[in-house]
């Protein structure tokens, strides 16, 4: 069953599909289809279409050394993997986070940034995205801003709402420079988020917008 009630677009998915996606865009459809079904299941087809066009291809040679190589890398992921799974990561964290999460969003260093949220940097990505997760207190808001670069947000606990509508688990958004808004998380629970931010947010009031300067040195 379905918890998500925003995806990410079709082009997206696709590009997932191909592995062309940076990896902080990979994280969060990757957190999204957890939740997903439907597009669990368009992920399947487009996988399906990949294969048959891989399969008009004519194989390229490979060297013995090559292959060593890619069997080792192999054995090191399976390694890696079986050292997270026996360290007994709390399930509600997504699969691709676990890599980031030794057990569970409680042990985190959070950071405090406003009197309603904390936040916990993950990993930056080689085009310098920022991936990290977001803990807004139950009726917490964030300060209305826009954005120097897109931003890719996935629900993970709780629930937000702003001027487009509510969020719920699960639930993909992308916000981009013409996007002005204001995050209220409900007041029934905390509101967890993973978010890629391709650049700094912007503060858009009277006096907040002052702290923008240091916004931008802080992201650097």
């Known amino acids: ?5 925003n995806h990410p677009y079709d082009e997206l998915l696709a590009a997932y599909a ?33 294969s048959q066009l891989m399969q008009q291809l004519k194989p390229a040679a490979a060297s013995q050394q090559l292959k060593q190589r890619l069997l080792d890398s192999l054995d090191d992921l399976t390694d890696a993997a079986s050292q997270r799974e026996a360290s007994k990561v709390d399930p509600a964290v997504p699969r691709c986070l676990r890599q980031f ?17 904390h936040s916990v940097e993950l990993c930056r990505d080689s085009n310098g995205a920022k991936v990290e997760l977001l803990k807004i207190k139950p009726g917490g808001s964030a300060t209305t801003h826009t ?14 709402s702003d001027e487009a509508g509510l969020y719920r688990q699960g ?19 905390v509101c967890i988020c993973l978010a890629v931010t391709e ?10 917008r002052l702290l923008n300067p240091f916004i931008r040195r802080s992201y650097a």
């Not at 069953?1 to 009630?5: C, H, P, S, W, Y």
């Not at 994280?27 to 939740?35: D, I, Q, T, Y």
């Not at 954005?147 to 937000?160: A, C, K, N, P, Q």
Request: charged fraction near 20%; proline fraction near 4%; hydrophobic fraction near 40%.
């Open 1 to 5: 069953m379905d918890k998500a009630n």
């Open 18 to 50: 191909a592995g062309s996606l940076p990896l902080s865009q990979a994280l969060c459809v990757s957190a999204h289809l957890e939740h997903c079904v439907a597009c669990g299941q368009k992920l399947q087809n487009l996988n399906r279409v990949g």
């Open 101 to 117: 999460i030794d057990h569970n969003y409680d042990d985190l260093p959070w950071k405090r940034v406003s009197a309603d949220i």
């Open 147 to 160: 954005h120097l670069g897109d931003e890719y947000t996935v629900i993970l606990e709780g629930s937000f």
């Open 171 to 189: 639930d993909f958004m992308v916000k981009t420079a013409a996007d002005r808004h204001t995050p209220v998380a409900t007041k029934d629970r």
């Open 199 to 208: 650049g700094p947010i912007q503060f858009t009031g009277f006096i907040s």
